[in-house]
């Protein structure tokens, strides 16, 4: 009985290790994990596959850019919160500055999904928008219908 535990310690251990370190895959996993998916359930051709490759890439590709533009505003926006009193100059170029790199960021979504639109056939694209649903879509990041989500009202 006591050969037991020991035994099952150890794997209980590794089971555990094993789990946790499957949670906090880096996003090039996650990003090879979707594509993976989707050549599987949607079954795409090789050009297809190729395609999101590309897709993806480019979305990784984005990575290093979004990751300094926030930096960036982070540490604008608390030099403007440690000021005696707020630079409404600066904080209005800070909001132009965030709103052309939503729209340019937007733009980017917008050919992308395009592009997916387009490689896919209708049967693959309705399989795609089931696959979405099933897996909650927007409601499993909190901006589904039933949290209003959109603009703040009165801003």
């Known amino acids: ?19 946790v370190a499957g949670c ?12 993976q998916q989707m ?4 079954r795409l051709d090789d050009a297809q596959k ?26 604008e926006a608390n030099e403007l919160m440690r000021s005696s009193e707020i630079d409404k100059a600066k904080l209005e170029a800070l909001k132009a500055k965030n709103r052309a790199q939503a729209d340019d960021m937007i733009r980017f979504l917008s050919a992308k999904f395009m592009e997916i639109h387009d490689m ?3 049967e693959q694209r309705d399989k795609l928008v089931k696959m979405i649903e099933k897996h909650g879509g927007a409601k499993q990041m ?11 009202p009165g801003y």
């Open 24 to 35: 906090y895959r880096t996003p090039e996993q996650r990003a090879d994990h979707y594509v």
């Open 50 to 75: 190729a395609k999101l490759e590309t897709i993806k890439d480019e979305f990784l590709a984005l990575r290093p850019w979004m990751a300094s533009m926030r930096e960036e505003t982070v540490r």
């Open 120 to 122: 896919l056939t209708p």
């Open 1 to 19: 009985m006591v050969k037991s535990g020991i035994i099952d310690l150890p794997v209980l251990i590794a089971l555990s290790v094993l789990v």
């Open 142 to 152: 909190g901006k589904g219908p039933e949290t209003g989500g959109g603009s703040i």
């Open 39 to 42: 050549t599987k359930e949607l």
